[in-house]
T-cell receptor
Framework: AQTVTQSQPEMSVQEAETVTLSCTYD???????LFWYKQPPSRQMILVIR??????QNATENRFSVNFQKAAKSFSLKISDSQLGDAAMYFC??????????FGSGTQLTVLP | DAGVIQSPRHEVTEMGQEVTLRCKPISGHDYLFWYRQTMMRGLELLIYFNNNVPIDDSGMPEDRFSAKMPNASFSTLKIQPSEPRDSAVYFCATGGPVYGYTFGSGTRLTVV
């Protein structure tokens, strides 16, 4: 079974600075997708960024980018120019041949003014 | 597009009562998932459907839980009888085979 590990329960970053959230996963599949979801206090799960395993190029969405290291099974999220609205719980998720998402335990990000 | 619509947003019920959670998926999405979120266990998959057919219900905790998807526009998750340990946020998520899934706003269930 696939597992997703987020080893940082909490992180903090100064407003306008850059922060990187870590995620590792375990799988025997070669074709899969990886995601980062954001959950603010409103509890809404919001898709931040998606990476296809077959693509070597790292995905980017505005201030959000990933560092995807397939051989190391690592998928970190970098948030540049952090804003107060970025404060939330961030979940890393894996989806393979079985269509469901497997989530990590989450990282609570605090943005300091 | 109104997104994935879940109802109710909050539900408080007494132990032993039946609870029904509802989900309206995004039109055209052929996968529908029910997840449960608790502090202790995080986000857990309960069951998912593809084209209205249940594919994997191995995450359903016990026989007290049941889920149906009678058509492409509607799904329910029922708990009967409810217990305090069922208190959690229940999410419905839908999507296609390629892209990330869209979540509803969730139902916060409190069983007292």
């Amino acid at each position: 079974a696939q597992t997703v590990t987020q080893s940082q329960p909490e992180m903090s970053v100064q407003e306008a600075e850059t922060v990187t959230l870590s995620c590792t996963y375990d799988t025997s599949e070669s074709d899969y997708y990886l995601f980062w979801y954001k959950q603010p206090p409103s509890r809404q799960m919001i898709l931040v960024i998606r990476q296809e395993a077959y693509k070597q190029q790292n995905a980017t969405e505005n201030r959000f980018s990933v560092n995807f290291q397939k051989a190391a099974k690592s998928f970190s999220l970098k948030i540049s120019d952090s804003q107060l609205g970025d404060a939330a719980m961030y979940f890393c998720a894996y989806r393979g041949s079985a269509r469901q998402l497997t989530f990590g335990s989450g990282t609570q990000l605090t943005v300091l003014p | 597009d109104a997104g994935v619509i879940q109802s109710p947003r909050h539900e408080v019920t007494e132990m032993g009562q039946e609870v029904t959670l509802r989900c309206k998926p995004i039109s055209g999405h052929d996968y529908l998932f029910w997840y449960r979120q608790t502090m202790m266990r995080g986000l857990e998959l309960l069951i998912y459907f593809n084209n209205n057919v249940p594919i994997d219900d191995s995450g359903m905790p016990e026989d007290r839980f049941s889920a149906k998807m009678p058509n492409a526009s509607f799904s329910t998750l029922k708990i009967q009888p409810s217990e305090p340990r069922d208190s959690a946020v229940y999410f419905c998520a839908t999507g296609g085979p390629v892209y990330g899934y869209t979540f509803g706003s969730g139902t916060r269930l409190t069983v007292v």
